[in-house]
């Protein structure tokens, strides 16, 4: 997928969105959106810090990353945002492999990977992870895999996510809680067959 992939949904507002891998030119509309996620949306999703350095580092190797980074921008010129963030890991850890088989199912790192979907503050529970998630299944089923789960689980608190999940073809597996934390997570895959 290159950067001339990219796909366009309308949301319920009538606003546009358009998905697309992010760019290497995307440091600067990146680090805004990272940096204005707040602290509660930053600790339900937490797969890298949240820094304007981060946001240039990743856009730096994009060519070379083995996740496939997607955004979903919205406005055009001075007034264009990103508004959702979804990672896809090319990858499976060797830690999720071992839960993943204590609940009886065997990860293929070929054809299964990993993902971490976010959405900026003001448009949680507005749909637009709901309009993107097909797209986003589209590629990933595009590009080999017929998985895909959930990139450190979801905390079972957040019903809302774990409804979200649900809605767009994730199952529970398991339930697990990593370095003994407050709170039990569940561990959540999709079939893209």
């Not at 959405?119 to 990933?140: F, K, N």
């Not at 199952?171 to 997570?185: A, I, L, M, S, T």
Request: charged share 20%; net charge negative.
């Amino acid at each position: 997928m290159n950067s001339s992939d990219q796909q366009m949904v309308t949301l319920s507002s009538g606003e546009s969105v358009h998905f697309r891998p992010l760019i290497e030119t995307d440091g600067v509309l990146f680090a805004a959106y990272l940096g204005e996620l707040s602290p509660e949306t930053q600790v339900k999703y937490r797969p890298h810090d949240f820094t304007a350095e981060v946001a240039q580092q990743l856009c730096a190797q994009v060519a070379d990353d083995p996740s496939l980074r997607l955004i979903g921008v919205s406005g055009e010129g001075e007034n264009e945002r990103v508004i959702a963030y979804f990672i896809v890991h090319r990858a499976v850890s060797n830690d999720d492999q071992k839960r993943y088989a204590g609940y009886g199912v065997a990860l293929d790192p070929a054809t299964d990977c990993q993902f971490a979907p976010s959405v900026a503050d003001a448009y949680q529970g507005t749909g637009v992870g709901s309009r993107l998630m097909p797209l986003c299944q589209e590629i990933v089923r595009g590009q080999g895999f017929r998985r895909m789960l959930l990139w450190g689980g979801v905390y079972i608190s957040n019903q809302q996510a774990v409804r979200f999940y649900e809605k767009n073809g994730f199952q529970v597996v398991g339930r697990f809680n990593p370095g003994g934390g407050k709170e039990d997570r569940y561990d959540m895959l999709a079939s893209l067959l």
